[in-house]
């Protein structure tokens, strides 16, 4: 449920929310239609009259507007230019691998989707429960993804692919992601989901064909790499691995786009924590072995490796003449975070070590291997239209989870020092519009980094911006998610003797966070409609794209209405379909809740 | 019980040397340490940021002072009294009057179409019911700067209301049978009849305060005389009457201190003269900005509505209230309760929302910050100072409301 910016559910919201979803709830009645009209639009003299005079009006706006719509808009500057709305300046000759990249997210959705399936039976399997059974309801909201996909691939298909073929091919793939991941386990299903692996060769070869001059050998690796992660989605009976590999099917679609230099290994790293963890913890049951130990010298070794060589991050925030190297102090903290993991291992308790381990080895692996494929990326500032309003916001939701986190546990913490700087920053964030925000951003940000790094990109200091004003929103929806969650459940932790930590992320944090996923998305949403407000500090996103088109000679002063109205259709339908999407999942959250 | 009797007492060497925990493991130690990390760290970020700050800012070479403040700002704003010479701090009360001139009229607009809407979301009535349905629907799903550019450019820049130019005199609606206007528009400017002071205003309008300060105690009055024997207290009626009277009687007496002021198109066919005269910037910004909010307020309106429980109105039809009263005595008061903290926030909102406009070009704090900017005064100190401003109107608005919203709550609650 979207109100706005946010109602935090301890002000009151949540009242409010919940009997907004009770009264969207469908209902169906057994009324005749002679029945349902007198009861709905004459049971009394005045509603008869508010039905005849609203119902005309109703009548005669409908006919306006389909006759703008259909004859006297003059749609001319949208139709030519749906490419720039939908992709900015990005480069022509790159088309495909908006392609591939929607075949990738595509295939990414599935595999969540069904990641979400594959978790939900593996808990009922550890309860003794029945297993949930897939209804087609489940799936019913596919059916607006696909009417955006529709849009997004008009854009792209526009003068290479016909956008039909590219729109089969993306259904193609999430229908094999969500196959795979379902992992059915008897009859002939089982043949069809193994045969769902092969899907990305099929693609390959699909945009080989269309794109002749293409054909090499590296498209057919990276199928090969696809099909090989489906195929172990399909065979490790682990809902962490599936995690991961959808995880790494978004990250893979979004180096399409931007490259595999700088930090995607950092990316593809984050993307496996869920399977490194698996693997770490099932080698062998609790902690304190010699690879708890192994793994967190692995750790250091990786830190002063890292530090040594390749680091150059500390460098955006420090001066590279300073006295003390930056460095040293993330080779402190890394190290420091060793010794903790070496004490765990030697008293027996945590498998902090192996895990941290396991990350170093994959970190290390994938930065190899990023540096081994080196595919060339498109710039940051090439990006726009639609496209970057979308990344945007992804993008900053993801960075300011874990931040609005930490901050609703400080706001929530019983130091009065943390406590305090957690809530001057919420509300100092939330007392000033967005828009001021991005002036400092567009003016003033540059002004905080060392003068050796001041050649940040418009679009990346916008990003770090809006990150730092979604997070502050994301503490306040956290937190409402904390008090929902009945003390008793801390008592009973307690009680059980957890320390506060485990009881936090084992009792208070899951139940927490499922309470809040509507308002997150709701969240989403409001941020996906304030990336709007790019335009005004000249990045060049959807909006943005309008102002330019009307600065082309052809539509200098035609159709300002029209572009203008396709722009509100855009958000609209992005922003609608997600807040239905919300309202379905919160329904569904409901239903086995508690 | 004989457990309890036999149970170990304590060592004795024990009971001398209490088990204090090693310090790295005491909470309180640790309660501290974590404190002052966590402060250290802030501490350091805003040294690093402060340094960069400082090296950057001489490089660039700006002062980091308030001085700008009184230069002269060199430029001018459209409908303003201000000349090129006048001072930036001239210019931002400016903008702070521009946007509390938005942020109000924007909340009363938006508050009263979003209760219409939101009850109309809850009628019986299908037809009325689907309207507003689409209306909050379509609305909120909309970006509110869209919706700013979308007024300004279908209302007025490619409207159909007319021109205001000295051949071309803008639409007028006069009152049915004078020569004085009801209402001027045009894609520029528009304009509405308001009051004028004439002789003795200052007098009057003191008479007015004291005839408010009268009418609060007649119905406090009132209010006392029905709960002590349980007479129909008529408070409404009451106040306004001797409000009302008061200052007929001394409008007759001081000679009309205060008369109507029409609006009418000046000699030279350019501009409004009389009445309150406004422009296109501000109504596209203000409509538009209602309007959004309003789709916000109604689903607010509607899901308190709801949120009142059952059960109350099931206890008002059994004490056989009629529908209205049901609505006026048991719902509403409740769904009012519940609503305002949501709808403080959806203050909030506009006001900050404000900051929009400049798509229209409307001159409040944000456009004039950014028009300041462009005309060389520095950036670092002009962010900052509108930054400021917009915490100020925050903690403002959500002071006032929050002392309405005290008194509001049941207690307990």
């Known amino acids: 449920m979207d109100f706005g910016h946010t109602v935090a559910p301890n002000e009151g919201g949540g009242e409010v929310m919940k009997a907004l979803a ?4 469908p209902r169906h009645t057994d009324q005749s239609a002679g029945q349902w009209v007198k009861s709905n639009l004459f049971n009394t003299w005045y509603n008869s009259i508010i039905t005849v005079v609203f119902g005309t009006l109703g009548v005669l706006a409908l006919f306006f507007l389909a006759r703008f719509v259909l004859v006297t808009a003059a749609w001319e500057p949208v139709r030519v230019n749906t490419r720039l709305f ?3 300046r990005f480069p022509r000759d790159e088309t495909t691998r908006l392609v591939v990249q929607a075949f990738g997210f595509s295939g990414a959705i599935g595999l969540l989707v069904g990641w979400r399936r594959h978790l939900a039976r593996f808990e009922a399997d550890l309860a003794g429960l029945e297993p949930p059974t897939t209804s087609i309801r489940e799936i019913g909201g596919v059916y607006w993804a696909v009417s955006l996909m529709i849009l997004v691939v008009m854009g792209i298909g526009v003068d290479t692919f016909r956008p039909w073929l590219v729109l089969l091919g993306c259904v193609l793939a999430a229908a094999a992601g969500y196959a795979v991941a379902l992992r059915p386990t008897s009859g002939p299903a089982r043949l069809v989901t193994i045969a769902a692996a092969f899907v990305p060769f099929l693609l390959t070869g699909a945009v080989l064909s269309l794109i002749p001059d293409l054909a090499n050998g590296s498209a057919y690796l990276i199928a090969a790499v696809a099909t090989a992660l489906l195929l172990v989605v399909r065979f490790v009976d682990a809902p962490a691995v599936t995690l991961s590999i959808g995880a790494l099917f978004l990250v893979g679609a979004f180096q399409v786009l931007s490259g595999t230099g700088q930090l995607s290994w950092f990316y593809l790293t984050i993307a496996l924590i869920p399977a490194a963890m698996y693997l770490a913890d099932a080698s062998e049951s609790g902690g304190g072995s010699i690879l708890d130990v192994v793994g967190a010298l692995v750790f250091a070794g990786g830190v002063v490796f890292h530090v040594l060589f390749v680091s150059d991050v500390p460098y955006l925030f420090v001066d590279g003449e300073l006295n003390q190297d930056p460095r040293w102090l993330l080779l402190i903290g890394g190290l420091g975070f060793a010794v903790f993991a070496l004490i765990g291992a030697v008293s027996g308790e945590s498998r902090l070590g192996r895990r941290l381990g396991l990350l170093t080895v994959i970190g290390v692996a994938t930065w190899q291997i990023g540096r081994l494929i080196d595919l060339e990326g498109i710039n940051w500032e090439e990006w726009g239209g639609l496209q970057l309003n979308l990344v945007m916001t992804a993008a900053s939701i993801t960075l300011a989870f874990p931040i609005g986190l930490m901050l609703a546990l400080g706001r929530r913490s019983t130091l009065p020092v943390v406590r305090l700087l957690c809530t001057s920053y919420i509300e100092l964030i939330r007392g000033v519009p967005l828009i001021s925000l991005l002036l400092m951003a567009q003016l003033f940000v540059g002004f905080f980094l060392s003068s050796g790094n001041n050649n940040l990109s418009l679009t990346t200091k916008a990003l770090i911006v809006i990150t730092m004003f979604s997070s502050a929103y994301i503490a306040e929806i956290v937190r409402g998610g904390l008090q929902a969650v009945p003390k008793g459940q801390t008592e009973a932790g307690q009680a059980m003797g957890l320390s506060p930590t485990k009881i936090m992320r084992l009792l208070v944090l899951p139940q927490a966070l499922r309470a809040v996923v509507p308002s997150m998305v709701g969240q989403f949403i409001s941020l996906f409609k304030d990336t709007s407000l790019l335009t005004i ?58 | 019980m ?9 060592a004795p060497q024990q009971r001398s040397n209490p088990a204090r925990p090693p310090f790295w493991r005491d909470v309180r130690v640790l309660r501290v340490l974590g404190q002052i990390a966590a402060l250290a760290l802030v501490v350091a970020i805003i040294l690093l940021l402060r340094r960069n700050l400082v090296a950057n800012v001489e490089r660039v070479g700006i002062d980091l002072n308030l001085d700008y403040l009184s230069s002269e700002a060199q430029f001018v704003v459209r409908d303003a009294s201000l000349e090129r010479d006048d001072s930036v701090r001239r210019m931002i009360l400016l903008g702070v009057q521009n946007t509390a001139a938005a942020a109000f009229v924007g909340i009363a607009v938006a508050l009263v179409l979003g209760t219409l809407v939101g009850i109309g979301r809850l009628s019986s009535n299908w037809v009325l019911r689907k309207i507003c349905t689409v209306y909050v629907e379509t609305l909120r799903n909309i970006p509110p700067l869209v919706i700013i550019i979308f007024v300004g450019v279908a209302l007025f820049t490619a409207g159909p209301l007319p021109l205001f130019t000295a051949a071309n005199p803008p639409g007028q609606i006069k009152f049915p049978g004078t020569d004085s206007n009801l209402l001027i528009y045009s894609n520029t400017r528009s304009g509405i009849p308001s009051i004028m002071n004439a002789d003795n205003s200052s007098v009057f309008w003191i008479v007015m305060a004291v005839a408010l300060v009268v009418a609060v105690f007649v119905w406090l009055w009132r209010t006392k005389v029905n709960e002590k024997t349980g007479a129909s207290h008529h408070r409404v009626l009451w106040s306004l009457g001797t409000l009302l009277g008061i200052g007929l009687v001394a409008w007759i007496a001081l000679g009309r201190p205060v008369r109507m002021s029409f609006p009418a198109v000046s000699e030279s066919g350019r501009v409004i003269e009389g009445g309150l005269a406004t422009n296109d910037a501000y109504i596209a910004l203000t409509f538009a900005l209602a309007l959004y909010t309003a789709s916000h307020i109604a689903e607010i309106i509607r899901g308190s509505i709801l949120a009142v429980a059952k059960g109350q109105n099931e206890a008002a039809n059994a004490l056989a209230l009629s529908g209205s009263q049901r609505y006026r005595f048991v719902v509403l008061p409740q769904a009012a309760r519940i609503a305002l903290p949501s709808i403080i926030n959806q203050f909030l909102n506009l006001t900050k929302n404000t900051s929009l406009a400049t798509a229209v070009a409307y001159p409040e704090i944000t456009a004039l910050t950014q028009s300041l900017i462009g005309n060389d005064q520095p950036a670092p100190q002009s962010i900052l100072v509108l930054m400021a401003l917009y915490l100020t109107f925050s903690l403002c608005i959500s002071l006032v409301l929050n002392i309405l919203n005290r008194r509001f709550q049941l207690e307990g609650r």
């Open chain 2, 2 to 10: 004989t457990d309890t009797l036999t149970a170990p007492t304590p």
């Open chain 1, 22 to 25: 009770e009264a969207d709830r």
């Open chain 1, 86 to 88: 939908l992709t900015g």
């Open chain 1, 537 to 594: 500090i000249g990045v060049l996103e959807f909006l943005g794209v309008r102002e330019n088109v009307h600065t082309q000679d052809a539509f200098r002063a035609v159709g300002r209405v029209e572009t203008l109205i396709f722009a509100a259709f855009v958000f609209w339908a992005i922003s609608f379909t997600m807040s239905r999407e919300s309202q379905r999942l919160e329904r569904r959250l409901d239903v086995g809740a508690r």
